[in-house]
T-cell receptor
């Protein structure tokens, strides 16, 4: 699975958009980009994933560059409850297994009042 | 909304003792996982389980560890002889029927403290 690079920390004002970047320059054509978050030692929580098209769900938007070497997770209106460590994970789905998630250090997002 | 549950939430044990961590995955899920997170460190994959057998395991998952799905609902992680360095949060996760690209649902974790 391709490696990812994320900034260790970011701050955001409550109510503003939080834009979390991720570099994955060695991504392969069959690898997806996933975002999870972990709120203070709770179990990681799935946010969104995509292959090459931009994706949006009720939690966030995922923007993937055309060359797929980087992506940005957007939380459109951050709240205090969005304070968490955000993980960008690149992985391929394997036919013979459910495919592990390989977590990096992630980005500690702090939403300030 | 269905969720993964784990028991106990906190387990304290003496070094050398056996512990069993329990998980109830979401009912129609087919792929099951254990991860651990030592305090202040990354979440690390331990093992994945599908069709009543281990499908993948990490180098952490040595002979001291075993997993089992003893009935249709529980998924357990056993540590035979605990060491101090096994102290960590242990997370169970599961994926639904298609498996390959779906999200993993994580439980709240069991905090294991080895004294």
């Amino acid at each position: 699975d391709a490696k990812t690079t994320q900034p260790p920390s970011m701050d955001c004002a409550e109510g503003r958009a939080a834009n979390l970047p991720c570099n994955h320059s060695t991504i392969s054509g069959n690898e997806y980009v996933y975002w999870y978050r972990q709120i203070h030692s709770q179990g990681p929580q799935y946010i969104i994933h995509g292959l090459k098209n931009n994706e949006t769900n009720e939690m966030a938007s995922l923007i993937i560059t055309e060359d797929r070497k980087s992506s940005t997770l957007i939380l459109p209106h951050a709240t205090l409850r969005d304070t968490a460590v955000y993980y960008c994970i690149v992985r391929v789905g394997r036919e013979t297994s459910g495919s592990r998630l390989t977590f990096g250090e992630g980005t500690q997002l702090t939403v300030n009042p | 909304e269905p969720e993964v549950t784990q028991t106990p939430s906190h387990q304290v044990t003496q070094m050398g003792q056996e512990v069993i961590l329990r998980c109830v995955p979401i009912s129609n899920h087919l792929y099951f996982y254990w991860y651990r997170q030592i305090l202040g460190q990354k979440v690390e994959f331990l093992v994945s389980f599908y069709n009543n057998e281990i499908s993948e395991k990490s180098e952490i998952f040595d002979d001291q560890f075993s997993v089992e799905r003893p009935d249709g609902s529980n998924f357990t992680l056993k540590i035979r002889s605990t060491k101090l360095e096994d102290s960590a949060m242990y997370f169970c996760a599961s994926i639904g029927t298609s498996g390959l690209y779906n999200e993993q649902f994580f439980g709240p974790g069991t905090r294991l403290t080895v004294l």
